[in-house]
């Protein structure tokens, strides 16, 4: 079980920080990653970490801006996102995975514009 948090409405340029709460395996043995979607476009690996937290990758359209992180014993992973652009909205996964096992979070949407949210008018007829 994954449970990502830490999303919202961002402008360019600013940051924001994911986390994802794991529970339900043992998280210490297992490599850890974030992906994300964006509306219309496939699945997206962004970024691993090794089981230990000493090996990352990430994909070339972060890379110098996003930082992903573990701690084991919280059962916790990261992802730091700096220098945020309109292209990173997407909704962001975290997801677990070991040999054959492999879990994924819900999401949490990540939205990067320089446009605020918005106040819904209603008028009754």
């Known amino acids: 079980q994954l449970r990502e948090s830490g999303g919202g409405l961002v402008h360019p340029g600013g940051s924001l920080r994911l986390s994802c709460a794991a529970a339900?395996?043992?998280?210490?043995?297992?490599?850890m990653a974030w992906y994300r979607q964006a509306p219309g476009k496939e699945r997206e690996l962004v970024a691993t970490?090794?089981?230990?937290?000493?090996?990352?990758n990430y994909a070339d359209s972060v890379k110098g801006r996003f930082t992903i992180s573990r701690d084991n014993a919280k059962l916790t992973v990261d992802l730091q996102m700096n220098s945020l652009k309109p292209e990173d909205t997407a909704v962001y996964y975290c997801?677990?995975?070991?040999?054959?096992?492999?879990?994924?979070?819900?999401?949490?949407?990540?939205?990067?514009?320089?446009w605020g949210q918005g106040t819904q008018v209603t008028v009754p007829g």
């Open positions: 997801n677990a995975k070991l040999l054959n096992n492999n879990y994924g979070g819900q999401g949490t949407q990540v939205t990067v514009s320089g």
């Open positions: 970490i090794s089981n230990t937290g000493d090996i990352t």
């Open positions: 339900g395996f043992t998280f210490r043995w297992y490599a």
